[in-house]
């Protein structure tokens, strides 16, 4: 893993550093190029905005690694109220959550309860997406999925092409007709469990990518997302689709607000379907810190929010 990356993922998890740089301004600038705002009005603003290029959007409250129970309650709470105002406002916009945000650390059946009263709201189209978090909470995540996903044919799984194990756990879920998306990955893991370089984690990508193509064309996988910002995977895999006879319109790539909206622009003009997830909320420093990890070039970004007036 390049040093940059590595020192990066590290300072996510500084406690110093999550209560402390929040407070600079620079930082703050610099967070606003990742996030419309931190209020639930922001995003459905940034939504709307969305919805008029024909980009469709998820919304993720952040936070993550809550440690009681009413914090828990309160975040489930907030998603319930944030599936009314998405209903009402009538906009084409999904929600994803971080188990561990609905209470994983404390106990899986609260998790679970949690998990299960969110997408007992949603519609039955819509999918609601579980995040994937770092290894030690890929089982309990999966389990939970599995338990969520045998009563509702609406959950999503993210799935992340770092690691070893995924396409075992792609093989696993299929038989259960899951929605994936399928990312890269975005925390800090080591050479055992994880692809250590990028042409190998690319690699596992496509044949991950594809295989949940294919089941999605024999009906094995509602929805198959790819939340990637990597312009030669996608048109690699625009191109197998195409090569395949699957239908653009089953074609779909998430990326993150602010990250290559070009490209998310085009493919919705080219008739793929294109979706951006939308962070918002105050605990948002880990999550920021691992958007500088991805892209350390976003660090001159940030020098020069610094030196701005
Ligand atoms: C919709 C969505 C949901 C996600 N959910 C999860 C999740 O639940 N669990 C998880 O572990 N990870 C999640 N991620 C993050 C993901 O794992 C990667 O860390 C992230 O997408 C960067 O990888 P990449 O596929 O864009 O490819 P990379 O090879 O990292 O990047 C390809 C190119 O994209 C651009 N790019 C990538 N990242 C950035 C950035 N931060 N700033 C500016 N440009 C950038 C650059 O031009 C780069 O060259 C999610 C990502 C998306 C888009």
């Known amino acids: 893993m390049p040093v940059m ?6 300072a ?23 996030m419309p705002g931190e209020s639930l009005d922001a995003a459905m603003e940034a939504a709307r905005g969305l919805e008029q290029k024909k980009i469709a959007s998820v919304f993720t409250n952040l936070g ?10 309160e975040v489930t709470g907030h998603y319930l109220e944030v599936l009314r105002r998405i209903h009402e406002s009538g906009l084409n916009t999904e ?15 609260f998790c679970f309860e949690n998990l299960d009263r969110i997408i007992t709201q949603e519609k039955k189209d819509a999918i609601v997406w579980v995040d994937m978090e770092a290894s030690p909470y890929v089982d309990a995540t999966l389990d939970i999925y599995k338990r969520a996903l045998a009563k509702y044919p609406n959950a999503g799984i993210c799935l992340q092409a770092y690691l070893y194990r995924t396409q075992k756990d792609v093989e696993g879920l299929l038989p259960m007709r899951p929605s994936i998306r399928l990312v890269k990955g975005a925390y800090k893991e080591p050479p055992e469990i994880a692809y250590p370089n990028k042409h190998a984690v690319d690699e596992n990508y496509f044949a991950l990518a594809t295989a949940t193509m294919a ?11 790819f939340g990637t910002h990597d312009v030669n995977l996608i048109r690699r ?20 607000y602010g990250i290559q909206r070009e490209e998310q ?12 997830l939308v962070a918002y909320g105050t605990y948002w420093y880990p999550w920021f ?13 940030m020098a020069r929010n610094l030196f701005a007036a």
Request: with cysteine; hydrophobic share 40%; net charge positive.
């Open 64 to 73: 993550e690694n809550v440690k009681d129970r009413a914090e828990a309650l």
């Open 95 to 109: 929600i994803s959550v971080k188990l561990t945000q609905l209470g994983l650390d404390l106990s899986a059946d």
């Open 5 to 10: 990356r590595s020192i990066l993922l590290a």
């Open 265 to 276: 622009e085009r493919l919705a003009r080219d008739g793929y379907r294109s979706g951006v």
């Open 12 to 34: 996510s998890q500084n406690k110093w550093l999550r209560e402390n740089a929040v407070n600079y301004p620079f930082v703050r600038r610099s967070v606003s190029r990742f």
């Open 289 to 301: 810190v691992r958007r500088l990890a991805e892209r350390p070039a976003n660090l001159w970004f």
């Open 215 to 225: 089941a999605q064309a024999s009906g094995g996988c509602p929805r198959a997302a």
């Open 237 to 256: 895999l625009a191109e197998h689709a195409a090569h395949n006879g699957y239908p653009k319109n089953h074609f779909e790539v998430q990326m993150l």
